[in-house]
């Protein structure tokens, strides 16, 4: 039978096939197993991609190690890695709110959270500030003058704080982290620290003032290839 003919006669049948997945899948308790699986994960995860994204973003920086084509290769993790970010602390939130875990309210407004309003307010700085960086981030070439390009920079560097507040939010906010947990925050907050202080310590490229060749018109020697120019030209 050829292949469209059989594309065609299995097309009928799709429906149904993804009916009994779901059917299944309910008999199973697969969505409360998921959910339930996103109510600690969910922000576990945004915190991972987080923590690449800012990793990546100080890799892209480096100019002592990484030539033009890899710090490109950088940005784009570093870029993928905040967008994957954004999404799973989206996920994070709306899951919270869901399972009663906090309120729309201490989600939006920071330390409006009953319980616990100092951790819970944390996170959602932690959230605001992500989404200023990457809304800043994307629209760059708003930035192209030099006192933009400052604000950018003063923008830019939020995530750190913001990280740090993230850090702190998914350490304490939730349950009790297992030792190895806590101790690849920890080396994850060193890294970080180290790749800060050697952006901040890097050598500025060294820029050459423009200058013009002398020449006749600004009274100034000829530039050799010029005077040869002009001395083949002459007449005897």
């Known amino acids: ?9 299995l097309r009928p049948a799709l429906p149904a096939l993804v009916l009994l997945f779901l059917a299944i899948a309910a008999q199973a308790r697969a969505p409360q197993r998921v959910l339930s699986f996103l109510d600690f994960g969910a922000g576990v995860l945004a915190l991972v991609s987080l923590t690449g994204t800012v990793l990546w973003g100080l890799a892209a920086t480096d100019r002592l190690l990484l030539h033009s084509g890899h710090r490109l290769v950088a940005q784009a993790v570093h870029r993928g890695t905040g967008v994957a970010g954004l999404g799973f602390l989206a996920l994070h939130i709306g899951v919270k709110i869901a399972r009663g875990r906090t309120s729309g309210t201490a989600a ?9 309003p100092l951790l819970i307010g944390l996170g ?7 989404l200023a960086v990457a809304v800043t981030g994307a629209a760059r070439g708003a930035f ?5 390009a400052r604000w950018w920079r003063v923008l830019h560097m939020g ?4 990280w740090c507040a993230a850090l702190v939010h998914g ?12 101790t690849g925050y920890m080396l994850c907050v060193a890294v970080v620290a180290v790749g800060l202080v050697l952006r901040l310590r890097a050598p ?14 600004s009274g100034g020697p000829r530039a050799p290839a010029r005077a040869a120019r002009h001395s083949r030209g002459a007449r005897p």
Request: glycine content about 10%; proline content about 8%; aromatic content about 10%.
């Open 1 to 9: 039978m050829p292949a469209s003919h059989l594309r065609t006669a």
């Open 144 to 148: 192209t003058s030099r006192r933009g």
């Open 124 to 130: 959602t700085l932690a959230g605001y500030l992500f």
């Open 159 to 162: 995530a750190y704080a913001a």
């Open 204 to 217: 500025e490229r060294a820029q050459v003032p423009y200058s013009r060749t002398p020449d006749a018109d």
């Open 171 to 182: 350490l304490k906010s939730g349950r009790p982290a297992a030792g190895w947990v806590t």
């Open 108 to 116: 939006a407004v920071p330390f409006a959270d009953g319980g616990r």
